[in-house]
């Protein structure tokens, strides 16, 4: 595996950015430079409301994740960018659509970035998307 | 190292994860791993099936050594020593 790795989520649904989230850690913690790019439906799971009410859009894994109390995506991102080198970006274009701030993201969001942005940081990235 | 070997070993800390699921097992030792000086013997009790697979891969990774694992009822021993910095 390359030593950067990129990853979209553009998915609303739950489940996909649990998936990216245990990827990240992983690669995180294995000397890989994870950048997360978080677009289109993806980006309401990413909003301190939805998070505080856990409000998410899952199927019947998000269901049981919840039954076990295992940790959620968004504490596996806090413990990985502890632990290793993970940024976490929104998609400007989507915070424009919705009309929101980056006070209205969870915590671990480190910036808002437009396209062009991140396409450079996917310059010889290995890419997943979601 | 065999199973009985394994036993003998006196970890210099132990960390038990079980309730944790993937990759729960795996970031917990990775904490203590960056903690413990070089030398320490970390011995990983994981609930999570994967972990005994996923711990050699990730030290085989980052350069630590594995000790090896002794398989418990439902749960896995996984030894590995931290042999340099990280």
Redesign the interface.
């Known amino acids: 595996m390359s030593d950067k790795l990129a990853i979209i989520i553009a998915s609303e649904e739950y489940e996909k950015s649990h998936v990216a989230s245990?990827i990240a850690?992983?690669a995180a913690?294995?000397?890989v430079e994870v950048s997360i790019f978080v677009t289109m439906n993806a980006v309401y799971n990413y909003l301190k409301e939805t998070v505080a009410k856990k409000n998410f859009t899952g199927g019947k894994l998000y269901e049981q994740i919840k039954e076990?109390k295992?940790?959620m995506f968004y504490e596996?991102f806090d413990?990985?960018k502890m632990?290793g080198g993970l940024k976490i970006y929104v998609c400007s274009m989507v915070m424009d659509i919705l009309k929101i701030e980056k006070e209205d993201l969870i915590d671990i969001v480190d910036d808002h970035l437009g396209l062009a942005a991140f396409l450079g940081i996917m310059e010889g990235a290995e890419t997943i998307t979601f | 190292m065999t199973e009985e070997e394994l036993k003998q070993i006196k970890p210099t800390v132990t960390v038990d994860a079980r309730g944790t699921y993937c990759p729960g097992p795996l970031m917990e030792l990775i904490k203590e791993v960056r903690q413990q000086p070089v030398g320490s013997v970390i011995e990983l009790i994981s609930g999570d099936a994967g972990s005994a697979k996923d711990v050699p891969e990730w030290l085989n990774k980052v350069k630590q050594e594995f000790l090896g694992v002794i398989p418990g009822d439902g749960y896995w021993r996984i030894f590995s020593k931290k042999v340099k910095d990280m």
């Open positions: 245990m850690s992983v913690v294995s000397g076990k295992a940790s596996l413990q990985a632990l």
